[in-house]
């Protein structure tokens, strides 16, 4: 018997290149696909990496090498703890720090000011130690010392003066040099901290105390000395801690922005599948040759593994080449906290990291080797004999939608909705979504054979062929469709979760904002205050009718958290549905505790019901107060309690304010009240003022803004789905050039069959929009009260916008249509009659 | 019904060449002629003609009494759904569709009402010894199985030309010699004419008259060899 050499892989891979070869568009658009989703996941990994480091740095130039550090509420504490905590014995250095957000007129952000004992900082903040020309302007209370970004920011000199607000005057300060702050990247201010208590009204009061251990003392020994010394709201934690806990404040936007990208990756894969899928059945019987010929079924696995995993290297390379030059080019113009202003001031370049590279290549290598797992195993599958005749495609097509697993699929990801967050994110929201996705599309070949079978045959002849070509070959649309329907339905539940989230915020702005206009002594900072008189000047004003006024503070409940945000303002339990948008509340029993009304957020984080008890530390006490209502913000992330103005008053003697909110007389008009203010008021130039429409139209840009990443995303995402799409018919219409030979020699004309093509293109983007629409709902339901709900615990109304959703599924069909057409003229050219003698 | 003149073709492209040149012939209605000759003579580029598939370079082609070339594209097509009707070497049923459903193709696109095309339908099922599998897949049939399918459906609407390309090339001596007498019989049984491209003698045995396609024209006779 004659010795049959088996074919090598080298052979026969080199034939399948040869084979791809005729899918250059397909297998580029695959490429590319993949390469869009590293990128993306890859850049925003980038940049938020630039943001946490540089952040995690900035908090170390602070703290330098500080072992404890205690923080309090943001208007600090009285000055006495530092003079005890310094004398305790295991204390080898403490530096007493007065941090001040000082406004500077006319700019947005605020600049960020140090009050040091410089020589006691020296010690343990060397970094903070201001390099002066003159050394005894160290010590003065009217100068200031800049690092490198806050000269920059300011466009100051040494020996300029630094304009500041406080309470309603501005006061100068001179530069009197410089301070390195190596690593602070945010522009930052040094003082001496007499004059900053002094100059900045912070008398007598600390913010934070940096404190180093003798050496060979016991640190946690000594932080539970500490902590059993402080008053209330004051906490002592490791500096480490603190940089934890600010991040755990934007961790949940960051880990969303992830997924978005992951997403994008997803439709990649998606993609793969169609393309792969395609090629595999269009080169069935090719394959079936090889099988023929002693290519084993592992061997034939293996070829179009090493394929698929050959595109998915190529894309991923490109794609972090892409990601890295977008993160680049996001940090310069946007800057690294994507807008969401969790970060602001940071300005840093991407740094290439060898790990989080790895990561994100292996991604795309394994999302297009998953993509081509079914195609591949499908084709070992078959028998050659089987393969080698015509119209089998069908079966192989039906073969890669299986559907036990879709339905398991559904009822795991809706079971999942019901889980709780995993350490505050929602891990189980994010795999429902997968779930649910998975499931539809695994599902789709059965939806799509029911929805054809039930659709009616008409009469006219393009569109009868067309409805019995997809009867008769459903499996071929479902490629296309399952491109479709994981793009529109991502893209739906998107829209339909930002326009709740925007209606929403509307409908929030409009309860919050009730006043006909609204005086602020500064939008940042907390150097800026309405002090009593200048309250009593502008509620004395023409045409004002009544003027309630704002006092807020920031205060230390869980040294775990960011400080929570108290509100002191005029209310009380018959006001309180008017002037706060309650989701939740009750008539708390008279005389006992006074009420305190928490944001949605700080009920969820700091596990708070109505009718339960808070004790809120203030002005060093703990006092007792009742939650009598819990309502909706939007503003403060990091959780907000209202109480009642006179009693902070009373509790804390401080009758300053930081708002005003205006109730004009009947016929006063703003304009005019505006002009009186600045007229009459000392100072008055220096406050915001502010009519409710424009702090609407305000905010809702800064809301645009902060979606802009995400609709970004989101077009990446639908332009995958649309390439897959186009490609995905392109290829079918190549498969079926022969049948268009044939239909043209039955006597269909041009404009008939591309009349057929555009409406099979018609009714599978239809089907494709009406199941990845509902799918979309359903996933936005999810986005709204899961994902959202856990991860920034922000609740919003269900809002569809009917009128964008129906323009996309408009556009959509139109393109898709058109795609079809397009791909139908492409195989119409010449040589459709010669295929007629081509083999099947 | 058939008449050519001085019909002649060259394709063009980066090697030119003239496949038929001077060719006459007359077709009468429902007459049944073979067509011979080697591989590559042009047998088939022929037939494209006649179809209208394809545009000649020179001469005439007319059917039933209109000139091909007067008509446009869509004009040729409408004619040939009427009036044509084709089988090919490689049958090509569209696999999507069942065989009553392919057989009924040229009935749709003509617009027949849906009664009158199932009984005409079931008819020529029965004609050709498939009555019982109008509902099948075409990958469910053997060859000859398929070629009889496509026979029914080129003859379902009564065409006047029917033009068979090597119909029995893909089939065994048997299967083919079936095929043959059913083609015979169907074009005969219908009062319609056909022309039969094929390279066998036996197959050219089944027509008419026998014509052989030479480089110097197309002549009577069968092939020499
Ligand atoms: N589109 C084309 N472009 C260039 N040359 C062509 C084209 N189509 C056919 N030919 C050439 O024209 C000649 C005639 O082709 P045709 O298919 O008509 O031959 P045939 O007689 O049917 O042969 P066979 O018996 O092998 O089917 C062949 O030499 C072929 O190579
Ligand atoms: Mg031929």
């Given at each position: 018997m004659a010795h049959v050499p088996a074919p090598r892989l080298r052979g026969t891979l080199r034939a399948t290149a040869g084979a791809l070869a005729g899918h250059k568009g397909r297998v580029l658009v695959t490429i590319v696909a993949i390469a869009l989703g590293v990128a993306l996941g890859y850049a925003v990994q980038l940049v938020n990496r630039v943001a946490v480091n540089e952040f995690g740095q900035a908090v170390q130039t602070l703290s330098g090498t500080a072992d404890l550090a205690m923080r309090g509420p943001r208007g600090g504490f009285d000055e006495h703890l530092f003079g005890e905590i310094a004398r305790?014995?295991?204390?080898?250095a403490a530096s007493p720090i007065v941090e001040v957000e000082a406004r500077i007129p006319g700019r947005d952000d605020a600049l960020r000011v140090l009050g040091l004992d410089v020589f006691r900082a020296g010690?343990?903040?060397?970094?903070?130690v201001p390099e002066a020309a003159e050394s005894l302007d160290t010590l003065r209370d009217d100068t200031i010392f800049l690092n490198a970004a806050a000269m920059d920011w300011l466009g100051a000199r040494t020996g300029d003066l630094v304009p500041m607000q406080v309470g309603t005057q501005v006061i100068r300060l001179r530069v009197a040099g410089s301070v390195?702050?190596?690593?602070?990247?945010q522009p930052l201010a040094v003082m001496d901290i007499a004059g900053a208590q002094w100059r900045l009204a912070?008398?007598?009061?600390?913010?934070r105390i940096e404190v180093r251990a003798r050496p060979g003392a016991d640190v946690a020994a000594l932080e539970r000395r500490v902590a059993a010394m402080l008053p209330p709201g004051v906490a002592v934690e490791r500096p480490a801690a603190a940089i934890e806990s600010t991040l755990r404040l934007s961790r949940a936007y960051r880990v969303n922005l992830n997924v978005l990208a992951l997403v994008a990756l997803f439709t990649g894969g998606l993609l793969v599948f169609s393309t792969q899928a395609l090629t595999v059945v269009r080169r069935r019987p090719y394959l079936a040759l090889l099988r023929v010929l002693g290519v084993t079924r592992g061997g034939l696995v293996g070829l179009l593994l090493v394929e698929a995993s050959a595109i998915g290297a190529i894309g991923a390379l490109a794609g972090l080449l892409g990601g890295y030059g977008l993160a680049q080019l996001v940090l310069e113009i946007?800057?690294?906290?994507l807008g969401s202003g969790?970060?602001?001031g940071l300005a840093a370049r991407a740094t290439f990291e060898a790990a989080p590279a790895a990561l994100f290549f292996a991604l795309g290598v394994a999302t297009a080797l998953f993509g081509s797992l079914a195609a591949a195993s499908e084709a070992a599958r078959t028998e050659p004999a089987q393969a080698l005749?015509?119209?089998?495609e069908e079966r192989a097509f039906g073969r890669l939608a299986p559907t036990a697993p879709g339905i398991g699929f559904i009822a795991l990801g809706a079971l999942l909705t019901a889980a709780p967050p995993v350490r505050g994110l929602p891990i189980f929201g994010y795999v429902a979504i997968a779930c649910l996705l998975v499931g539809t599309i695994l599902l789709i070949a059965h939806i799509a054979r029911a929805a054809f079978r039930r659709m009616p045959v008409g009469r006219n002849p393009p569109a009868r062929l067309a409805v019995l070509q997809l009867r008769g070959a459903p499996g071929q649309a479902t490629v296309s469709l399952a491109a479709i329907v994981a793009s529109v339905s991502l893209l739906v539940s998107m829209a339909i979760m930002v326009a709740s989230f925007r209606q929403s915020l509307d409908a929030w702005l409009e309860h919050v904002l009730p006043a006909d206009l609204y005086v602020r002594?500064?939008?940042?900072?907390?150097?800026a205050f309405l002090p009593p008189d200048v309250q009593q000047a502008i509620a004395a004003l023409?045409?004002?009718r009544r003027v309630e006024f704002l006092r807020s503070e920031r205060l230390l409940?869980?040294?775990?958290?960011p400080q929570i945000v108290l509100l002191a303002r005029a209310i009380d339990a018959t006001t309180a549905p008017l002037r706060l948008p309650l989701v939740r509340s009750a008539d708390l029993p008279a005389g006992g505790a006074p009420p305190a009304w928490v944001s949605e957020i700080a009920a969820d984080v700091y596990g708070l019901a109505v009718g339960q008890e808070i004790v809120l530390p203030i002005a060093g006490r703990r006092v007792r107060f009742r939650v009598a209502g819990v309502w909706r913000d939007y503003a403060r992330q990091q959780g907000a309690v209202v109480i009642e103005r006179a009693l902070y008053a009373e509790l804390t003697g401080d009758r300053d304010a930081n708002d005003a909110a205006i109730y004009l007389e009947p016929h006063a008009s703003p304009d005019a009240v505006i002009r009186a203010l600045r007229a009459r008021?000392?100072?008055?130039?220096?406050l915001e003022t502010a009519l409710p429409s424009e702090i609407r139209r305000r905010s809702l840009k800064i809301f645009d803004r902060t979606f802009a990443v995400t609709y970004a995303l989101e077009a990446a995402a639908l332009a995958i789905g649309l390439m897959s799409l186009s490609s995905s018919f392109g290829a079918l219409v190549l498969a079926r050039r022969r049948e268009f030979g044939v239909l043209r020699h039955l006597g269909l004309t041009r404009t008939q069959v591309g009349a057929m093509l555009a409406t099979e293109g018609a009714i599978v983007s239809a089907l494709g929009l009406a199941v990845g629409t509902a799918l979309g709902w359903v996933i936005s339901l999810i986005l709204i009260h899961v994902v959202n709900r856990q991860s920034f615990h922000w609740s919003m109304d269900l809002h569809v916008p009917w009128t964008s959703l129906a323009a996309f599924t408009a556009t959509m069909l139109a393109l898709a249509s058109l795609t079809a057409l397009v791909s139908g003229r492409q195989a119409m050219g010449a040589g459709v009659l010669r295929a007629v003698k081509e083999d099947w | 019904m058939l008449r050519i003149r001085a019909l002649a073709k060259r394709y063009e492209g980066p090697r030119p060449r003239t496949v038929l040149a001077g060719i006459d012939f007359d077709l009468a209605a429902g007459e049944y002629v073979a067509v011979m000759g080697e591989s590559g003579i042009g047998k088939s580029t022929l037939l494209n003609l006649i179809a209208g598939l394809d545009r000649p370079d020179a001469g005439s082609i007319e059917l039933e009494g209109r000139d091909?070339?007067?008509?446009?594209d869509d004009a040729l097509t409408v004619l040939r759904r009427a009036r044509m009707g084709f089988v090919f070497q490689a049958f090509?049923?569209?696999?999507?569709?069942?065989v009553a459903e392919n057989v009924a193709l040229p009935l749709v696109l003509l617009g027949a009402a849906a009664g009158e095309g199932r009984a005409r339908v079931d008819a020529m099922l029965s004609e050709v010894g498939?009555?019982?599998?109008?509902?099948?897949?075409?990958?469910?049939?053997?060859g000859g199985e398929l070629q009889r399918v496509a026979i029914a459906r080129a003859l379902v609407h009564r065409p006047a030309l029917v033009l068979a390309d090597e119909?029995?090339?893909?089939?065994?001596p048997d299967s083919a010699a079936q095929v043959l007498a059913l083609l015979r019989d169907a074009v005969k049984g219908n009062n319609g004419a056909a022309i039969l491209v094929t390279h066998s003698r036996a197959a050219a045995a089944t027509a008419d008259r026998v014509y052989t396609l030479t480089a110097a024209g197309l002549r009577a006779g069968g092939a020499r060899d």
């Open positions: 305790l014995p295991e204390v080898a010690l343990i903040q060397p970094g903070l390195p702050a190596e690593g602070h990247a912070r008398i007598g009061r600390l913010t946007v800057g690294p906290d969790f970060f602001r005749r015509a119209g089998d002594a500064g939008r940042t900072g907390d150097t023409p045409g004002v409940l869980d040294p775990e958290r008021i000392p100072g008055a130039a220096e | 091909l070339a007067r008509l446009d090509h049923i569209l696999p999507y569709l069942s498939l009555n019982g599998r109008a509902a099948s897949r075409p990958s469910e049939l053997s119909p029995t090339g893909n089939l065994d």
